[in-house]
């Protein structure tokens, strides 16, 4: 089994499902059965909330593709730290 331990998922402000499939099918092509994924989202937006509930419902999709990683801005201070 091959897992990617570090893949950011998304566009900066707007993601799709095609974008789900499009990543599976480069894993697929990669031989990658597993990719552990974080939200570009959730860094560079001051509100972490919005991209890593999709990462949340990417892994509740596809649980045997994917594992989701949180992902926080320290420098987002008290926001980071409630995330």
């Known amino acids: ?32 059965d597993v990719s552990i994924v974080n939200s570009l989202k959730a860094l560079v937006e001051q509100d972490p909330c919005r991209g890593n509930k999709e990462v949340f419902e990417i892994v509740c999709q596809h649980p045997e593709r994917f594992i989701g990683m949180a992902s926080v801005n320290p420098y987002h201070g008290e926001i980071a730290e409630k995330e």
Not at 3 to 17: A, M, P, R
Request: neutral net charge.
């Open 1 to 32: 089994m091959i897992i990617d331990v570090h893949v950011h998922y998304g566009q900066w402000l707007n993601t799709s499902k095609a974008e789900v499939k499009t990543l599976m099918a480069k894993m697929d092509a990669s031989g990658i």
